[in-house]
């Protein structure tokens, strides 16, 4: 079992580059534009919280399935799985805003079919004040970038990654470094909102993260290697 250190170094840094120009990353820029942002980083950060630490027990129980020596070659094998994953479709990415603009107009469709209750929304902000904050925090807003957020990210390659991670590495490093990760990303996609999405560069973020992936499957086979 590696240290809480290294566990949370990898964890660290896989979460970041491959949540910096993830869909949910735009999703939480667009939805901090249109509500308030205090509402909006609770709920995205809160499904990748959740995710990340369901990932984790995941991964942790993985070795409960599978012989430790097995968890360790498929944890191989998905580092480079995803390390050419991320390569090729950074090789394919033609550099523009497709992906924010995707996300926005699948956002502006769900707002469209629920404009009916946008007027009432309106009319209702002076009520909204007066709410406790308990009630404010668990508001539609809250439920919609949790839920946007959680079922954006389950099935993606992050969370895959982090159950492979974790049943490799120290939960404990896991947990603490894609918390970390999470709120880091989460944090800078809601403050800086469009602008900042649109001046990121997914072709980039792409390589670094698929040159990261291969290092961690290169670490872990000759870990195997010299064991």
């Known amino acids: 079992m590696s240290t809480v250190v290294q566990g949370f170094t990898k964890s660290l840094a896989m979460t970041v580059l491959s949540e910096i120009g993830d869909k949910t990353f735009f ?3 667009i939805l901090a534009m249109r509500h308030p942002r205090r509402l909006v ?6 499904a990748l ?5 369901l990932s984790v027990l995941v991964g942790l129980a993985a070795p409960n ?3 430790r020596k097995w968890s360790h070659h498929i944890t191989t094998v998905l580092f480079f799985g995803f390390g050419l994953w991320s390569l090729w479709d950074a090789f394919k990415e033609d550099g523009g805003d497709d992906e924010l603009a995707e996300v ?12 009916g209750g946008s007027k009432r929304t309106k009319d209702d902000d002076d009520k909204k004040q007066r709410r406790s904050f308990l009630l404010q925090f668990f508001s539609p807003i809250f439920l919609k970038a949790f ?7 389950w099935g993606d390659k992050s969370q895959l990654a982090t159950i492979g991670l974790a049943a490799d590495e120290n939960p404990l490093g896991v947990v603490l470094g894609g918390i970390l990760g999470q709120a880091l990303c989460t944090t800078a996609a809601v403050l800086g909102g469009k602008s900042l999405a649109s001046q990121i560069s997914e072709k980039i973020v792409g390589l670094s993260g698929g040159v990261l992936f291969i290092v961690f499957g290169i670490q872990s086979f000759l870990s195997t290697v010299e064991a």
Do not use: P
């Open 104 to 115: 926005e107009a699948e956002l502006d469709a769900d707002l469209k079919a629920n404009a």
């Open 49 to 53: 919280i959740v995710m990340t630490i």
């Open 41 to 46: 980083l609770a709920g995205c950060l809160g």
């Open 27 to 29: 999703a939480a820029a």
């Open 65 to 67: 399935l599978l012989s």
């Open 147 to 153: 839920s946007i957020t959680f079922f954006g990210e």
